[in-house]
């Protein structure tokens, strides 16, 4: 069975850091570019930021430019989002996806993992 699973979710003040993992289960990750999205409560999806497969290319969100950082180990199929300099807009659940091209479009993924919620609050 195809899986994505997100990891390392929780509870920040703001200021703080998280690392977010995105684990494959199923199927080879370096076949794939990965990308992290977001969903705050009433608000829409946004992508967040992606990489390719070899990790030569990066694209990331003007929102989160400067504080997140998305990296891939492919030996051990997983791909990370270090958050820094959170901020309490910054709460969502967080998705990772999987497609053969990085881009921040969600309607192109082909697999999806269930999310982690990121709450920044004091």
């Known amino acids: 069975q195809l899986q994505l699973v997100e990891s390392g979710g929780g509870l920040v003040q703001p200021g703080g850091s998280l690392r977010l993992s995105c684990a494959a289960s199923?199927?080879?990750?370096?076949?794939?570019?990965i990308a992290w999205f977001r969903q705050a409560p009433g608000k829409e999806r946004e992508g967040v930021s992606c990489i390719s497969r070899t990790s030569s290319t990066t694209y990331s969100a003007n929102s989160v430019k400067g504080r997140f950082t998305i990296s891939r180990d492919n030996a051990k199929n997983t791909v990370y989002l270090q958050m820094n300099s959170l901020k309490p807009e910054d709460t969502a659940v967080y998705y990772c996806a999987a497609s053969r091209v990085c881009r921040l479009n969600g309607d192109t993924m082909n697999y999806w993992g269930k999310g982690t919620l990121v709450t920044v609050s004091s």
């Open positions: 199923g199927f080879t990750l370096d076949d794939y570019a």
